[in-house]
């Protein structure tokens, strides 16, 4: 009695196995046509999601290339703008310390130096208010040069991304 116990424990524990591996065997079948055109939807799906994505992002950076563009366009004008103030406040400064060059000061009497001084006030307060005015006009164009070089900068960063973006498109045809 015990062969007969142990040999239906054998003969069940085989077909417990046999079935397992038939089981198992069924989620490994060969894939049929339908389940690989399937998986190929599934990954040409992807790629064109990759890509509108990517055009997207083509698109965006070139509107932001073109808006960096026009802020340096901006920036330059108006450090233009600045250096032509710096220029013509220079020239009207060294005009008028010319002007004021021209007054003779040696004058032993007193009565006609401080009447030389009460006529050349206003000048020299001019002239002080133009002196101002450069270092204000100097300031003013450091900082645009500053802008300028950021601006450049970050124009050089779009543009780098949009190269970025071209080479991983791949080769043009």
């Known amino acids: 009695m015990r062969k007969s116990v142990h040999r239906i424990a054998f003969l069940g524990s ?15 079948q060969p894939a049929t046509p339908a389940d ?3 998986a190929e939807v599934r990954g040409l799906r992807a790629d064109v999601n990759n890509a509108a994505r990517s055009q997207m992002r083509a698109q965006l950076l070139g509107m932001r290339l073109q808006l960096q563009e026009q802020r340096i366009g901006a920036v330059s004008r108006q ?19 010319t002007q004021l060059k021209a ?5 032993e009497d007193r009565e006609v130096a401080e009447g030389f001084g009460q006529i050349l006030a206003p000048l020299k307060g001019q002239l002080a208010e133009l002196e101002r005015t450069d270092q ?3 300031t003013e164009e450091a900082d645009l040069q500053q802008t300028l070089v950021a601006e450049q900068a970050r124009w050089t ?8 973006l071209e080479r991983a498109a791949g080769p043009s045809r």
């Open 36 to 38: 690989e055109l399937l």
């Open 79 to 97: 450090l233009t703008e600045v250096q032509e103030r710096l220029r013509a406040n220079h020239q009207a400064q060294t005009t008028l310390a």
């Open 14 to 28: 085989v077909a417990v196995l046999l079935l397992a591996a038939a089981v198992s065997g069924q989620g490994r």
């Open 136 to 138: 204000r006009l100097k």
């Open 103 to 107: 007054f003779p000061f040696n004058s």
């Open 157 to 164: 960063g779009f543009n780098a991304q949009i190269e970025e």
